[in-house]
T-cell receptor, first 118, second 111 residues
Framework: GAVVSQHPSWVICKSGTSVKIECRSL??????MFWYRQFPKQSLMLMATSNEGSKATYEQGVEKDKFLINHASLTLSTLTVTSAHPEDSSFYIC??????????????FGQGTRLTVV | AQSVTQPDIHITVSEGASLELRCNYS??????LFWYVQSPGQGLQLLLK??????LVQGIKGFEAEFKRSQSSFNLRKPSVHWSDAAEYFCAVGAGTALIFGKGTTLSVSS
């Protein structure tokens, strides 16, 4: 199956700094990528839908100025957590669906990024 | 609004015993339904999916799921559980282009 690579796998940062997480589709083009956040022992909560060449669509309650999403190419989307605080510590997962596909096509997930803010 | 309910937070099954994980969904149209498995600290792996046709869907690793429209359910089953099946299992419904996930069920396998 198709591969989605997420980098880094884990990161520790100081409170007040910014962290960038990359999500790459390695062997397919993805016009749409999705960013999820997962708290310990919880489900995946959709944060935003990232569309190549346009602004991301954020879910209700997600601060767009805090979680900056850029989808500059058909294979790369980035999530930047700005001015990170300990409450932003979480597991962030991206997913991507191949270009031209619809909902009956599998979405492929990255391996996730564990962010710890100290 | 679309939603997914997984009633069981944690299930323990003996190795070799059968397994059924429950999933109920709420969706206005014909649902696209998925089951994913997640190992600790890892991403998600698709086990199986249902879009239309045969309501009994076969997946990887010996898993299957049955779509029952009348019950709004999509339960996951496996006839004989292996210790390596211990993981977190998520049911999801396709809503637009994104997926809405249930809260997950943690499966423990006892020897």
């Amino acid at each position: 199956g198709a591969v989605v690579s997420q980098h880094p796998s884990w990161v520790i940062c100081k409170s007040g700094t910014s962290v960038k997480i990359e999500c790459r589709s390695l062997d397919f083009q993805a016009t749409t990528m999705f960013w999820y956040r997962q708290f310990p022992k919880q489900s995946l909560m959709l944060m935003a839908t990232s569309n190549e060449g346009s602004k991301a669509t954020y879910e209700q309650g997600v601060e767009k100025d805090k979680f900056l999403i850029n989808h500059a190419s058909l294979t790369l989307s980035t999530l930047t957590v700005t001015s990170a605080h300990p409450e932003d510590s979480s597991f962030y997962i991206c997913s991507a669906r191949p270009w031209g596909s619809s909902m009956n096509t599998e979405a492929f997930f990255g391996q996730g990024t564990r962010l710890t803010v100290v | 609004a679309q939603s997914v309910t997984q009633p069981d937070i944690h299930i323990t099954v003996s190795e070799g015993a059968s397994l059924e994980l429950r999933c109920n969904y709420s969706y206005g149209a014909t649902p696209y339904l998925f089951w994913y498995v997640q190992s600790p600290g890892q991403g998600l792996q698709l086990l199986l999916k249902y879009f239309s046709g045969d309501t009994l869907v076969q997946g990887i690793k010996g898993f299957e799921a049955e779509f029952k429209r009348s019950q709004s359910s999509f339960n996951l089953r496996k006839p004989s559980v292996h210790w390596s099946d211990a993981a977190e299992y998520f049911c999801a419904v396709g809503a637009g282009t994104a997926l809405i996930f249930g809260k997950g069920t943690t499966l423990s396998v006892s020897s």
